[in-house]
């Protein structure tokens, strides 16, 4: 027997004897106010668990009916009435009814309480009326009860009033209920969490912060009978951080739980993992969330005594689960199973997990929240929409369509009706104009629509009208139509931005195409006009690329957004505009940035500064441009007046610079990259000009144009240049590539065939820099290459003439782009000296390389693990160089690089992100090069140590040969301490090297491979 036919029972002997104080007991039983441990086990012949929804109406009714009651037990009659109303697409109008007899029915409880002076009666059904309005979404109905419920047992918890005990009297005195003072503050938790969830709902972030402090006070002496009342006033207090990109806050409050709530048994209490979701969804860390959902739906299973046989669980198991949660009504685990199986299905969408399949996790959220709760099960029935949307055509998309529509009606929180309908219109037929009047209809009428929100729907009905207008055969009157739909797409684009903050990036960037692809269609000759527009949308994308922490969410970005991309460089090009197309290059260099930064603040290696560093960044890019139309959760922007949105969004964008400016400081320069505003400093002209070089200088670009079609890959590129007169010229084209040119590992022997080499240096070298590069009696000319796509080419070995290759006509060095490129030049030197050098006396050659840095410089040596992570893995470095002279080991992804010691360890370029490492790093050893991961990342040891403090890095592409690569940078030692650059060093050592045998020539393999990254400031 379960324990809701037990409490059946229970009903139907009251009923029988006219018991009706068990009647009173039976309705308290229902209601959440009493913890859900309480019902763990039965108690004085009362079952466990709770009893279930129609089991508490059916004697609250009789409470009312019966002559027998008090007038205390017929307000507990009045607030059970109609307790528990659910929502759902099934529920229809009679949802609607059951609302609004709820709130009808505790609103008289209200009255009746107040006639009887009982603080408990009156806070309680104040409680329970505030709920019955916040399902009907009558925000200020549900202030007001929730308020005045509040102050009144605020006043009990007083001085003056003592407890009165009156729903212990009126349910017969059950021992299993609390005092009458922790009921009391419960009851006073509960109407100002109810109050924070309100104030979340509508954006009123000032009146949710004070909520949430009045809250944790209450709930601070309840840490002993209730501390779960304790954890929500932190959770709330997270959100607020989380909204506000204060990844410190967000920590603090994490390890606070902690501490409230230890492990057990060698287990984390499952509102410590309920947090840490809530922060790694923060962070962007989907795979930190499936491992943290998992651990959580284990964790109650095991603290519930019915571990699963397997780990993680497959979601049948759980249903299993779940199926006896609901027997013991054990409501408060079912909720908590709940959010985690709904976290996982919202996460393996995000992340493509090949181990997680949303719609069998959403089914288990479903069985978990069946008749509990208003707005989960309508999440959960969006959530299944979007995934049906995508495989679904003609009337059946239609029908999924509609469905969206009435979520869009039914849901509580304005965010989840709000994205019901922004998807409805993103993903019906063009034209169908349910969608399109549902956004109407919001913005004219739904309550809580603030700033945020409006500004999305009308997004949206501009993107509406355009796939409309698409779609739409052409008449006469057509280019009227596209001048609507332009002014509209781009109206709707600028009310998208308030002070600097984006509040959807991604819905902005397609409002900014539409408007471009419409004033296209008016057939006028305005490329400029439309090439502003697309400036427009391709920043607004590269504020959405930054806070993208997974492959699989570049993926769908740049499958999304690439096409605005290649319009835009391809408009520039034809435009010959340069600014423009240096602006759409660099910025589609932003992607990868999220991913790196992910990286830093998940590694357990990394040292808890940078991870700091690296998350304050991540926190401030999703709370500022963290909404996704096709995601489940929504951005965190505050949905409120005009005034306190736009100080809000000023004061989140004052953060995150400072986020970043910190990071650049903790991490190094490639964290240029993670500035969301691309600033007119990040041209090559305007790099050129603050370089101030004393001769010619010149910037080669590329940027990969569009994706690989029919074994051609086509990439822009952009040469950039300053004379010694200091005027600056450019010029740019689109080339072609066979795949075998650019596909290809320079570490393969027949890579270096001049025939190989030739066709790359006519497609990569430019005849204006052939013609500057063979200008007679000229120094060599200072090139920065920026290879975006092609860091693996040796471009040194490049040929010029039969007599001449790159490397003896310019001092090159590598960036992996033009914002790194201007951070190095405004850096200030190096203050340190001296170097850390590490070298294996096994290799043949390492003795003399070593004698010859000596002779040039202090060294301090580290020949084991421990003693460089001794002088690197602290503070601010005391050194000016690192050197590694070491042998290698390659990976298939670049973060397993590694590098053999000499006392039998290894250190991998992973391993680096623990360290703080000089401004110049020597790695005269194989496999240090920037290697490209399968999914596109950037990763390796240079990379690494540029994330670490780096500014300039010498590396090999491949496995470069020890004896070139030790006499090469022997003669480095002395050039270097002549001139303190890197780059002018090494071009000059390996001239001198290359002058010393004409015949080394030949062998492009033994010297092209050791190359400069950075080193711009020089």
Request: charged fraction near 25%; aromatic fraction near 6%; hydrophobic fraction near 45%.
């Amino acid at each position: 027997m379960t324990a809701r036919s037990e409490w059946s029972e229970v009903l139907a002997a009251a009923e029988r004897d006219g018991a009706s104080s068990t009647l009173a007991m039976l309705c308290v039983a229902g209601d959440d106010i009493v913890a859900d441990h309480v019902f763990s086990e039965s108690v004085e012949g009362r079952p466990g668990g709770r009893p279930a929804r129609w089991t508490v109406r059916r004697a609250a009714a009789m409470l009312l009916d019966s002559p027998e009651s008090t007038p205390h037990q017929k307000v507990i009659g009045l607030i059970a009435r109609y307790a528990s109303p659910s929502r759902g697409l099934t529920a229809g109008a009679r949802l609607d009814l059951d609302l609004a007899a709820f709130r009808d029915s505790c609103e008289k409880a209200v009255v009746a309480a107040n006639a009887l002076g009982a603080p408990e009666l009156i806070g309680w059904a104040h409680f329970r009326a505030g709920k019955a309005a916040y399902g009907q979404m009558s925000w200020d109905d549900a202030i007001a009860h929730l308020e005045s419920g509040a102050a009144c047992l605020e006043h009990a918890l007083g001085p003056v009033s003592r407890p009165a005990g009156t729903i212990a009297a009126a349910a017969g005195g059950p021992s299993w209920l609390p005092p009458p003072e922790v009921l009391l503050r419960t009851l006073v938790c509960k109407c100002l969490h109810l109050l924070c969830r309100v104030a979340e709902s509508t954006g009123r972030y000032d009146f949710w912060a004070a909520a949430c402090e009045r809250f944790r006070r209450h709930a601070e002496p309840l840490i002993g009978a209730r501390a779960s009342l304790y954890s929500e006033s932190l959770m709330h207090r997270a959100a607020i951080a989380r909204a506000q990109g204060d990844r410190d806050a967000f920590r603090r409050l994490e390890a606070e739980l902690g501490r409230v709530f230890p492990d057990e048994g060698g287990l984390p209490h499952p509102e410590v993992i309920r947090m840490r979701m809530g922060n790694a969804e923060a962070l962007g860390d989907w795979d930190r969330v499936i491992e943290l959902a998992q651990d959580c739906i284990g964790t109650i299973a095991a603290r519930a005594g019915s571990p699963f046989g397997t780990t993680p669980p497959s979601p049948s198991e759980v249903l299993t689960f779940v199926a006896g949660l609901h027997a013991a009504g054990a409501r408060h685990r079912l909720i908590a199973v709940g959010n985690a199986a709904y976290a996982l299905a919202n996460a393996g969408y995000r992340n493509c997990s090949a181990e997680v399949e949303p719609a069998a996790w959403l089914d288990v959220a479903e069985a978990c929240w069946h008749q509990i709760g208003i707005n989960a099960p309508c999440a959960v029935q969006l959530s299944r929409l979007r995934l049906l949307a995508r495989d679904s055509a003609g009337t059946e998309l239609d029908l999924v369509i509609a469905k969206m529509v009435a979520v869009s009606r039914i849901g509580l929180r304005y965010a989840l009706r709000r994205n019901a309908a922004l998807d409805a219109a993103r993903l019906c037929r063009p034209g169908d104009p349910v969608p399109r009047d549902r956004l109407r209809e919001m913005l004219k009428a739904d309550p809580g629509a603030g700033i945020g929100h409006a500004a999305r729907l009308r997004g949206a009905l501009a993107l509406w009208q355009f796939r409309a207008a698409e779609a739409a055969v052409r008449t006469p009157k057509s280019v009227q139509r596209w001048k609507r739909v332009e002014k509209r797409a781009r109206q709707a684009a600028v009310e998208l931005e308030r002070q600097g903050a984006m509040i959807d990036p991604g819905l902005a960037a397609e409002c900014w195409s539409a408007a471009a692809s419409a004033a296209a269609r008016l057939g006028t000759a305005d490329d400029d006009h439309r090439l502003e527009l697309l400036i427009n949308a391709v920043n607004c994308v590269a504020q959405r690329l930054v806070s993208l922490s997974t492959q699989a969410e570049r993926g769908r970005a740049i499958e999304r957004y690439g096409p605005v991309f290649e319009e835009a460089a391809d408009l520039a090009l034809r435009r010959d505009h340069a600014a423009a197309l240096d602006f759409v290059l660099e910025a589609s260099r932003r992607d990868r940035v999220g991913v790196l930064l992910a990286n830093l603040s998940k590694e357990e290696f990394v040292s808890a500064t940078v991870r700091s560093a690296a998350e304050q960044v991540q926190a401030t890019s999703v709370a500022l441009h963290g909404s996704d139309a096709a995601g489940v959760f929504t951005a965190t922007l505050p949905v409120c007046s005009g005034d306190r949105f736009g100080r809000s969004a000023e004061a989140l964008a004052h953060r995150r610079q400072r986020a970043i400016a910190r990071a650049e400081q903790v991490i190094g320069p490639l964290v240029a990259q993670a500035d969301v505003k691309i600033s007119e400093s990040y041209t090559a002209a305007q790099v050129l000009r603050d370089a101030r070089p004393a001769g010619e200088f010149v910037i080669l670009q590329f940027a990969p144009a569009g994706l690989p079609a029919g074994g051609r890959l086509e990439f822009y590129r952009r040469l950039s240049w300053q004379t010694e007169a200091g005027t600056v010229g450019e010029e740019s084209v689109r080339i072609a590539m066979t795949a075998d040119l650019v596909n290809v590992d320079p570490s393969r022997p027949d890579y270096f065939a001049a025939r190989r080499l030739e066709a790359l240096g006519a497609l990569l070298l430019p005849p204006r820099l052939r013609a500057m590069l063979a200008k007679p009696g000229t120094d060599p000319v200072r090139l920065v290459v920026v290879p975006t796509g092609l860091f693996h080419v040796p471009f040194e070995a490049l040929p010029l003439d039969e007599d001449s290759c790159l490397v003896d006509r310019a001092v090159l060095s590598l960036h992996s782009s033009l914002s790194t490129a201007a951070s190095l030049v405004s850096a200030e030197p190096s203050a340190t000296v001296g170097a850390v050098a590490t070298y294996d006396p096994s290799l043949k050659f390492a003795a003399a390389e070593l004698a010859a840095l000596r002779k040039e410089m202090d060294v301090e040596e580290a020949d084991t693990r421990a003693a460089l992570e001794i002088a690197l893995g602290g503070g601010p470095t005391a050194y000016e160089m690192l050197v590694l002279g070491l042998h290698g080991d390659d990976d298939h992804d670049g973060w397993g690089q590694t590098k053999c010691l000499p006392d039998g360890t290894s250190i991998a370029a992973a391993d680096v992100l623990g360290w703080t490492v000089p401004p110049l790093c020597v790695l005269a050893s194989c496999h240090s090069s920037i290697k490209i991961r399968p999914g596109g990342e950037l990763a390796g040891f240079p990379l690494a140590l540029f994330l670490r403090g780096a500014k300039t890095v010498i590396g090999g592409l491949y496995a470069i040969e020890d004896e070139a690569t030790s006499q090469i940078l022997s003669l480095f030692w002395r050039c270097y301490a002549e001139t303190h650059n890197p780059v002018l060093a090494l071009h000059a050592a390996k001239a001198e090297w290359l002058a010393a045998d004409p015949d080394r020539r030949r062998y492009p393999r033994r010297w092209a491979g050791l190359i400069v990254y950075g080193g711009a400031q020089h």
